[in-house]
């Protein structure tokens, strides 16, 4: 089956760890993003990438870093200076930036 | 800023009918559009998507976009309490030339009563 997987699909954390949230796809998709979405708002963009070893900052970039090495990863990592990290995260997909985007069943992270 | 508005709801519809979301956008340029569904904790699943002026249809879904009022609705016909969820509406592309982005509404509750 062709799909986004995400892991873990919760994650409880103390204040000023890192951690990285997994985003996989075999959609064989050129484009992958992070989302932020956070109770009553809409979703926000976090990181997008159009190919292999490029990478450019959403909105809200600060305390986030990504990487894409495969095409078919792009980890999120949720570093100790974002401020308020506690939030469902979204990875989606897309055959190119300007095609319809797919996402995965997201990750709940919990930050206390 | 880009924006894209749409009511919250709740929008209660009894089973059978036809459910009526819109959804209305700021940035002329925009070109692509899409509904996304999304049940509580659960992630968006695309529905529909629509480019050009008109009415796209699909199954039980129909898409309508009219740029030049620079709004896009979504109707959803004999409405199921399957359909219950709240409804996204993402707009992609803008002026500038600068297509990746997608704008997304805070999206709209849809309830289904049996």
């Known amino acids: 089956d062709g799909g986004i997987t995400q892991s873990p699909k919760y994650l409880f954390r103390k204040e000023g760890q890192n951690v990285t949230l997994s985003c996989e796809q075999n959609?064989?998709?050129?484009?992958m993003y992070w989302y932020r979405q956070d109770p009553g708002q809409g979703l926000r963009l976090i990181y997008y990438?159009?190919?292999?070893?490029?990478?450019q900052k959403g909105d809200i970039a600060e305390g986030y870093s990504v990487s894409r090495e495969k095409k078919e990863s792009f980890p999120l990592t949720v570093t100790s200076a974002q401020k308020n990290p506690t939030a469902f995260y979204l990875c989606?997909?897309?055959?190119?930036?300007?095609?319809?985007?797919?996402f995965g069943p997201g990750t709940r992270l919990t930050v206390t | 800023q880009k924006e894209v508005e749409q009511n919250s709801g709740p929008l209660s519809v009894p089973e059978g009918a036809i459910a009526s979301l819109n959804c209305t956008y700021s940035?002329?340029?925009?070109?692509?559009f899409f509904w996304y569904r999304q049940y509580s904790g659960k992630s968006p699943e695309l529905i529909m998507f629509?480019?050009?002026?008109g009415d796209k249809e699909d199954g039980r879904f129909t898409a309508q976009l009219n740029k030049a009022s620079q709004y896009v609705s979504l109707l959803i016909r004999d409405s199921q309490p399957s359909d219950s969820a709240t409804y996204l509406c993402?707009?992609?592309?803008?002026?500038?030339?600068?297509?990746?982005?997608?704008?997304f509404g805070k999206g709209t509750l849809l309830t289904v009563n049996p």
């Open positions: 959609l064989n998709h050129d484009a």
């Open positions: 993402a707009v992609n592309g803008d002026s500038g030339g600068s297509n990746y982005k997608l704008t």
């Open positions: 990438s159009q190919i292999v070893n490029d990478f």
């Open positions: 629509i480019y050009s002026n």
């Open positions: 989606a997909s897309s055959r190119g930036l300007s095609y319809e985007q797919y």
């Open positions: 940035d002329r340029g925009s070109q692509s």
